[in-house]
């Protein structure tokens, strides 16, 4: 079943998705001004207060970090340039500061660079300064990085990096002394050459052991390269130009190695155009199940029969297409119950001359396109976006939605007016009305850089109980955002740590009561384009300052109930006992 509610792009189901087909200039023209009328974005409403309570700043060159991302093109515009790549925040060395691992690229044929280049790892020092510790890490990876997901796969207590490249992936196992050591061989998860894509750690059949879905973008060969022009300039190739590929799952055999067991799960019978991926249980029936975005094929939404055998469901619950029932560019995703329903909802980037897709949750399985009405896509259709999250920055109570911005061809100013390779990033406020409005223009000098963004990840990088931001841009150096809401707003972290479940808990829910206020969040491994973040649960509270009652269900169907708990910390709940 597709969405019956929102309109989700302006874009009538005959029209080709934007630069997506060879069009003429005459036509994108016209697919640019019809986002400011007929069934384009909605008008904007207006926030009822003069100033705005979200506010990010700019703290990149504070922090030390000196990171450059390359792409490794070399002017022949390989497919698998504009899709580099995700980050990572994870605490890799247990002291309860948030750090960031950037994916990098690796020069492509016919590219010439003096020093091969390779992601990094920099340790969260405190105070807004961080260190690059990738060499004495073990983790500099000279691959071509795309997806990165984290996860405690051997159950030791320590979180663990995949990588999930073009060429052979790796898995970084955590020492738990601040090093790791490449278990890929060891645990074989490899995956061959494919061109990588998300990654995610899940336990499909709730024992306790962490499974691993890696996506697949699509069949790429140097020899098979494909030469676009578009109005006498060189274009990116489509997705179409290529065979689309199925993605890869692994289960864990509890031994510190895996099983491809794509083809018994279900998952091996259907290729794709992999990019972002969440894996949730959004039918509440106790298990996980897998949202994999496709590049302009429809979406695959894996449906999880309690065992780890998935049957694909985009068609029947209304993801894999938007409201006119087209399949769109789909790039980034992120997962969260943004109208407080207990249910959780799934928000989709795209491509320009498309809108991003909020599907909201209606419960019995199935989904809607929500967007126009939600007017989650305001300021969206003149751009590609990529990384986003459901985040709560000034602590209300309700989700926000920020969404990473850039094109990805970079000679797209001299085809179309008003268009550009890079652009500044986008924040839309959540009104509490089931309504999102864009504040980007007010929230802070840290939506003022402009740059071609990715990957976006989310957490409390200095612990003031505010979530903060990390962008990868690509060809650039990172952006970083501190945030500095106003409000004396309260809030909730959770950290858990699994017992009879996995060690970092991942697939477990949590609903938090605060007076009038039920939040629900589950705790993910990839998610954003490509990209990890959110393994401690951050909750906004707004005036109410205790925690009545926090229920936890454990992945797999164990229930624990905490009461009365104050705000404004991070508590820390292992399985079965109190904080």
């Given at each position: 079943?597709?969405g019956t509610r929102g309109l989700s792009s302006p874009v009538?189901?005959?029209?080709?998705?934007?630069?997506?087909?060879?069009?003429?200039?005459?036509?994108?023209?016209?697919?640019?001004?019809?986002?400011?009328?007929?069934?384009?974005?909605?008008?904007?409403?207006?926030?009822?207060?003069?100033?705005?309570?979200?506010?990010?700043?700019?703290?990149?060159?504070?922090?030390?970090?000196?990171?450059?991302?390359?792409?490794?093109?070399?002017?022949?515009?390989?497919?698998?340039?504009?899709?580099?790549?995700?980050?990572?925040?994870?605490?890799?060395?247990?002291?309860?500061?948030?750090?960031?691992?950037?994916?990098?690229?690796?020069?492509?044929?016919?590219?010439?660079?003096?020093?091969?280049?390779?992601?990094?790892?920099?340790?969260?020092?405190?105070?807004?300064?961080?260190?690059?510790?990738?060499?004495?890490?073990?983790?500099?990876?000279?691959?071509?990085?795309?997806?990165?997901?984290?996860?405690?796969?051997?159950?030791?207590?320590?979180?663990?990096?995949?990588?999930?490249?073009?060429?052979?992936?790796?898995?970084?196992?955590?020492?738990?002394?601040?090093?790791?050591?490449?278990?890929?061989?060891?645990?074989?998860?490899?995956?061959?050459?494919?061109?990588?894509?998300?990654?995610?750690?899940?336990?499909?059949?709730?024992?306790?052991?962490?499974?691993?879905?890696?996506?697949?973008?699509?069949?790429?060969?140097?020899?098979?390269?494909?030469?676009?022009?578009?109005?006498?300039?060189?274009?990116?190739?489509?997705?179409?130009?290529?065979d689309p590929v199925p993605d890869t799952l692994y289960r864990?055999?509890?031994?510190?190695?895996?099983?491809?067991?794509?083809?018994?799960?279900?998952?091996?019978?259907?290729?794709?155009?992999?990019?972002?991926?969440?894996?949730?249980?959004?039918?509440?029936?106790?298990?996980?199940?897998?949202?994999?975005?496709?590049?302009?094929?429809?979406?695959?939404?894996?449906?999880?029969?309690?065992?780890?055998?998935?049957?694909?469901?985009?068609?029947?619950?209304?993801?894999?297409?938007?409201?006119?029932?087209?399949?769109?560019?789909?790039?980034?995703?992120?997962?969260?119950?943004?109208?407080?329903?207990?249910?959780?909802?799934?928000?989709?980037?795209?491509?320009?001359?498309?809108?991003?897709?909020?599907?909201?949750?209606?419960?019995?399985?199935?989904?809607?396109?929500?967007?126009?009405?939600?007017?989650?896509?305001?300021?969206?259709?003149?751009?590609?976006?990529?990384?986003?999250?459901?985040?709560?920055?000034?602590?209300?109570?309700?989700?926000?939605?920020?969404?990473?911005?850039?094109?990805?061809?970079?000679?797209?100013?001299?085809?179309?007016?008003?268009?550009?390779?890079?652009?500044?990033?986008?924040?839309?406020?959540?009104?509490?009305?089931?309504?999102?409005?864009?504040?980007?223009?007010?929230?802070?000098?840290?939506?003022?850089?402009?740059?071609?963004?990715?990957?976006?990840?989310?957490?409390?990088?200095?612990?003031?109980?505010?979530?903060?931001?990390?962008?990868?841009?690509?060809?650039?150096?990172?952006?970083?955002?501190?945030?500095?809401?106003r409000g004396a707003n309260h809030f909730l972290q959770l950290?858990?740590?699994?017992?009879?479940?996995?060690?970092?808990?991942?697939?477990?829910?949590?609903?938090?009561?605060?007076?009038?206020?039920?939040?629900?969040?589950?705790?993910?491994?990839?998610?954003?384009?490509?990209?990890?973040?959110?393994?401690?649960?951050?909750?906004?509270?707004?005036?109410?300052?205790?925690?009545?009652?926090?229920?936890?269900?454990?992945?797999?169907?164990?229930?624990?109930?905490?009461?009365?708990?104050?705000?404004?910390?991070?508590?820390?709940?292992?399985?079965?006992?109190?904080?």
């Amino acid at each position: 079943m597709r969405g019956t509610r929102g309109l989700s792009s302006p874009v009538p189901p005959s029209q080709p998705h934007f630069l997506r087909r060879p069009v003429s200039f005459v036509c994108i023209l016209g697919l640019i001004l019809l986002a400011g009328c007929g069934r384009g974005e909605p008008p904007a409403p207006t926030l009822d207060a003069p100033i705005c309570p979200i506010q990010l700043s700019d703290m990149t060159a504070r922090t030390g970090i000196t990171f450059q991302h390359t792409d490794g093109s070399s002017g022949r515009y390989y497919i698998i340039e504009a899709m580099s790549a995700g980050l990572a925040l994870f605490d890799y060395d247990g002291d309860g500061l948030i750090d960031v691992y950037f994916l990098n690229g690796a020069p492509l044929r016919g590219a010439e660079l003096d020093r091969p280049p390779r992601n990094a790892l920099y340790r969260n020092l405190g105070d807004w300064r961080f260190a690059d510790v990738t060499d004495e890490a073990g983790v500099g990876d000279e691959g071509f990085g795309l997806g990165v997901t984290v996860g405690d796969f051997d159950n030791d207590g320590f979180p663990d990096l995949y990588l999930n490249n073009y060429g052979p992936n790796v898995l970084y196992r955590n020492n738990g002394d601040g090093t790791f050591t490449d278990a890929t061989a060891s645990a074989g998860v490899g995956n061959g050459n494919w061109v990588g894509a998300g990654a995610a750690f899940l336990d499909i059949d709730a024992d306790g052991c962490l499974d691993l879905y890696v996506g697949n973008y699509l069949e790429f060969h140097y020899d098979g390269h494909v030469e676009r022009m578009v109005d006498g300039l060189p274009s990116y190739p489509l997705p179409r130009d290529y065979d689309p590929v199925p993605d890869t799952l692994y289960r864990n055999n509890g031994d510190g190695t895996f099983t491809d067991i794509s083809d018994e799960s279900g998952i091996a019978r259907h290729s794709g155009t992999s990019m972002g991926m969440v894996c949730a249980d959004y039918d509440n029936d106790g298990d996980t199940d897998i949202f994999v975005l496709n590049d302009v094929l429809e979406n695959f939404f894996f449906q999880n029969d309690g065992t780890g055998r998935f049957q694909e469901v985009a068609v029947q619950n209304g993801t894999a297409y938007n409201f006119y029932g087209e399949a769109n560019a789909s790039m980034g995703v992120d997962c969260a119950d943004y109208d407080n329903d207990g249910l959780l909802d799934f928000y989709m980037t795209s491509y320009q001359g498309e809108m991003p897709v909020l599907y909201r949750n209606l419960g019995r399985g199935i989904l809607e396109d929500a967007t126009r009405r939600a007017n989650a896509g305001e300021g969206m259709f003149a751009h590609v976006n990529w990384g986003t999250g459901l985040i709560d920055f000034d602590n209300d109570g309700h989700r926000d939605l920020f969404i990473a911005n850039g094109h990805t061809e970079d000679n797209i100013e001299l085809r179309v007016r008003g268009s550009a390779y890079r652009a500044a990033n986008s924040l839309l406020r959540n009104r509490g009305d089931g309504t999102f409005v864009n504040i980007s223009e007010i929230a802070g000098d840290g939506l003022r850089p402009v740059h071609a963004s990715r990957g976006a990840a989310f957490d409390d990088l200095d612990n003031d109980g505010r979530i903060d931001a990390a962008i990868l841009n690509s060809r650039q150096h990172p952006t970083v955002l501190r945030n500095e809401s106003r409000g004396a707003n309260h809030f909730l972290q959770l950290r858990l740590v699994g017992v009879q479940v996995s060690r970092d808990a991942v697939g477990s829910r949590v609903s938090v009561t605060a007076g009038d206020l039920t939040q629900t969040a589950e705790v993910h491994s990839g998610r954003s384009y490509q990209s990890h973040f959110g393994s401690r649960l951050h909750f906004g509270l707004g005036e109410r300052n205790r925690i009545d009652r926090l229920e936890i269900r454990w992945h797999g169907g164990n229930i624990q109930v905490l009461e009365n708990l104050p705000a404004d910390r991070l508590h820390t709940v292992v399985e079965g006992s109190t904080p």
